[in-house]
């Protein structure tokens, strides 16, 4: 059976955006451009006015981006960087591949990183902290800066989820050393295959950046500067990626309008558990809309069965995949989330029908009759 209702239709938007993105992919090649051209400088230019910093790097993935941000920082052997315990497995694979050691941290209520449990897990040892800003709206930073300075840390902010969110009105990915961001097609702003970037105001750090994606070489010099690798984005997405940051923020509009809905048709109803957060200082732009219900995997199958496609990320933590060697410190948070997420869809292309659709099918999981 197909689905009633999508997680995500990228055809959809295609279709939406076709005459632009078209325009765009013609522009490429027919000057093939494609390599470190323009429209990866054009990209970049408004990716780091969007964000709010001074520059943005263009790499091939969010996991590029935590990598070469963790070598900026000079992060290495015999180093331990604090993460969160949910998160994506990339954020602590970054630390791993640096040669230095995860240290995992429990979440709050709101998914992410808790400040209050990081002290504890501080040693002489820690060389950085990578808050993620999970499913659209951003870890403590104020808090996670202060902490920072006290302890002498470097901050790389893994905010893939979190392109548009802001704290007191400064932006995601403008906080720390750098900001990471994945254009992985399904985010916030996606792209059409695997696409990362930087954002930092350090411009020591944009240029080390710039050489590591193109092998350690200076493409102005032709100097080798350092062993480096190749994980440049590519100047073809970066043309699809300019098109689509010029939709953001009617986007991030769209998504806000789509989670009140949700919230409108489903607040209320015991043992379940909707992504609205008190705190009037955090602005959330919905890349995910994940609840957590009591009945944890029945509830997912319910929605799945009546066609409603729904993500479960992540049922079992990374630090319980017995072949990635991580330290389990005890992460009751985490656990009770793992349990019970499941993020309902949420994505531009989905029209309010679609999200009543998905109200009525929570709803009658729980046996209530439609809202109103
Ligand atoms: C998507 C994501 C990444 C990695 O992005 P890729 O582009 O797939 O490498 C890292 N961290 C978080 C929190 C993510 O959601």
């Not at 992919?25 to 230019?45: A, K, N, P, W």
């Not at 602590?92 to 941290?105: E, H, I, M, Q, T």
């Not at 993500?311 to 989330?337: C, M, N």
């Amino acid at each position: 059976m197909s689905a009633r209702v999508r997680f995500v239709n990228a055809g959809k938007l295609y279709s939406q955006l076709k005459d632009e993105l078209d325009a765009a992919y013609f522009d490429v090649m027919t000057h093939g451009d494609l390599i470190d051209r323009r429209h990866l400088r054009s990209f970049e230019q408004h990716l780091a006015e969007f964000v709010g910093t001074k520059y943005a790097v263009g790499l091939n993935s969010g996991y590029d981006a935590l990598h070469v941000s963790l070598r900026a920082a000079g992060v290495g052997p015999g180093h331990e960087v604090i993460v969160p315990a949910h998160t994506f497995v990339a954020t602590a694979s970054a630390v791993v591949n640096v040669g230095a050691r995860p240290v995992l941290v429990d979440v709050g209520a709101d998914f992410n990183i808790d400040v209050g449990k990081v002290e504890e897990a501080v040693t002489p040892r820690t060389k950085a902290i990578i808050p993620v800003h999970l499913s659209g709206t951003m870890a403590d930073m104020p808090s996670v800066m202060k902490l920072a300075e006290r302890h002498g840390l470097a901050v790389v902010e893994d905010a893939c989820q979190s392109l548009g969110a802001s704290v007191d009105g400064r932006r995601a990915g403008s906080w720390g050393l750098t900001g990471c961001w994945s254009f992985y097609p399904f985010k916030i702003l996606g792209g059409y295959g695997d696409g990362g970037a930087i954002t930092t105001n350090d411009e020591a750090v944009a240029r080390f950046a710039r050489r590591i994606r193109y092998n350690g070489e200076d493409r102005e010099t032709g100097e080798y500067h350092g062993h480096g690798f190749t994980c440049l984005l590519d100047n073809l997405q970066a043309a699809f990626l300019d098109v689509k940051l010029r939709h953001l923020p009617d986007w991030i509009r769209r998504r806000k309008a789509l989670a009140a809905r949700y919230r409108a048709g489903l607040e209320g109803i015991p043992g379940l558990l909707l992504p609205h957060y008190a705190d009037p200082r955090f602005d959330h732009v919905y890349q995910n809309y994940t609840v957590r219900s009591d009945r944890g995997e029945a509830f997912s199958a319910h929605l799945r069965e009546h066609g409603v496609e729904v993500l479960t990320q992540w049922r079992k933590p990374y630090y319980r995949h017995s072949a990635l060697l991580l330290e389990d410190r005890g992460f009751p948070v985490t656990e009770a989330i793992s349990r019970e997420v499941c993020s309902l869809p949420m994505a531009v292309e989905l029209d309010d029908a679609e999200v009543d659709f998905v109200i009525r099918t929570v709803r009658s999981f729980y046996g209530l009759e439609a809202a109103e």
